[in-house]
């Protein structure tokens, strides 16, 4: 969900940063349907036929090449002289590609499945995500920065070294993340963002950054814990993380793209609003579930709400905005 959804943004905002032509949609359209295809054959292949879920992990494969491949041309194109956030999105995306490619391969030998799956989160989706975030939520916010460019690549190094760790030993890693929890938090203090802001369109992107030293830190604690006593914490630093920053990051950036490339009027009314604030619920209950297997609590009945508060919080963004999207219907305020 995460890359195509991410790929929406980055065919329109790439070309810009790198003051160039927009994307024709001829170049960009057969990606996304590369995508659905891959998706839809992944899930009847759950349930089917192995060789089917071979066939669909190629597939997202190589629409994940095509997106790498066709921003890229564009990088090599531009004219512009700083490009260091188009290199970080390129590089991120090529460990993505990498990755991908290690999951299939780990489908036969599955001691490379854990780092796989780290590389994926960490130095693929964690890098891409908040490398366009670092740049467009303070651009949204009317608050630029100036990079701190040593901090990061100490930032990307560390989370390289959580990948490491991670996969040659579970829990390994919490002294790493409690340095990024602090770095992470030390740049976006540095960044001095306009919260509480009275606009629920960059609210909304404050909160899912600030979720990032949040994850960082409890990913340290529970590994700790973990490590010391052997404590199920049922992946919660990569669900928060996930959830925290790049679902609500996600929904915030999706609802601005809708409205703003719909000709709606850049404003959250109530409902959206509401959910802006379901999507924390939805990282509160998923750290309650995973909290629920620490403490042996009853797990399917958070293991239930979790799913259900999931479904609600897509369903209703669907139904105030699906139409909006593909038909770019004019909304009224409720």
Known sequence: MFTPAFLAFLFTTFPRFSATDPILKTHYMYIFWLFLTGSIFFHIAILSSIILLILSIIILLVAQIGALYLLFKIYKKSKVKEKSDQAWILIAMSIGVISHILFLIAMGIPSLYQFSIQMSIYLYLFLLIFTIAQRMVPFFSHR?????????????????????????????SFLVNLLLAYLTGKELYRWKLPFPNPNPLIWILHIALFWVPIAFLLSGITNLISLASETNFLSLDIHTLALGFFLTILIGFGTRVTLGHSGNTMHADRLTTILFYWTQVVVFVRILTSLSVAMNWNFVIFFDLSITVWVVLFTLWACRFFAVLIFAKKLESK
């Open 144 to 172: 630029p920065i100036e990079k701190h460019t040593e901090r990061f690549k100490v930032i990307v190094g560390l989370l390289a070294l959580h990948v490491l760790l991670e996969s040659v030993q579970a829990n390994s």
